[in-house]
């Protein structure tokens, strides 16, 4: 799968901020691979080659396909240059993603439901499905909510890492729909404008590490 010389990116979240670095393979076996020093696009940012360090993996193959996968540094060696040795799962655990679209998972997350007109007053429900762009949200009916509206979204992101993030998102209602299973509510779908990349980023995070749950629990 992988090519020895191509791109692999490495990235970071720590207190609502994504540091991403990029490096190159050099080598690969099973369950590790083999890159360079990864190198920050602010060359003052330094990797941490921490031994037990987590990072998440970003490698595009030569067809276009996206990779996420979860890493760990588990040594470094010399080979005429400095190297890391990062480990990971498997390719079990990878998950490609269509690149023209965010990876979308079902997951029934938290989230406080606010107007930018007063419109309504604010209700807390969960989501249906969400991904890096929107989610899918359940809305009572006593709620009147149309598309093309202006919300505002607040998300709390419990990560793997056992830190918790909050994202206030500013959002676009782009559907209303029936809800076919319960008709005490309905289903909006939401657009998510983000104001920074960082919330992007924290959300492609939460919703590969919900995608890892989801293939663990079916295999």
């Known amino acids: 799968m992988f090519k020895l010389g191509s791109q692999l990116k490495l990235s970071q979240t720590k207190d609502n901020y994504t540091e991403e670095f990029e490096c190159a393979i050099m080598d690969f076996s099973e369950n590790e691979v083999v890159v360079d020093i990864p190198v920050h696009a602010n060359q003052e940012v330094r990797f941490d080659a921490s031994i037990n360090t987590d990072y998440q993996a970003k490698y595009i ?10 890493v760990t540094v588990a040594g470094k060696k010399i080979d005429q240059i400095p190297l890391i040795v990062l480990s990971h799962s498997g390719k079990k655990d990878f998950v490609k993603i269509d690149q023209r679209q965010f990876l979308r998972v079902d997951t029934k997350l938290d989230v406080a439901v606010h107007p930018v007109q007063q419109e309504f007053r604010p ?6 499905d969400i991904s890096a762009g929107g989610a899918a949200i359940y809305v009572p009916n006593d709620v009147f909510l149309y598309k093309g509206m202006e ?13 918790i993030q909050y994202l206030k998102l500013r959002s676009e209602v782009v559907l209303v729909r029936e809800n076919l299973n ?16 960082h919330e992007k980023q924290l959300l492609v995070r939460y919703c590969f590490e919900r995608q890892l749950v989801l293939k663990k629990k079916i295999y």
């Open 61 to 70: 193959n030569d067809e276009g396909q996206l990779f996420l996968f979860n």
């Open 123 to 128: 209700f807390t429900t969960i989501t249906k």
């Open 151 to 163: 919300i505002d979204c607040w998300l709390v992101l419990h990560m793997q890492s056992g830190q």
């Open 182 to 197: 319960n008709k005490k509510s309905s289903i909006i779908s939401v657009s998510f404008r983000h104001k920074h990349e």
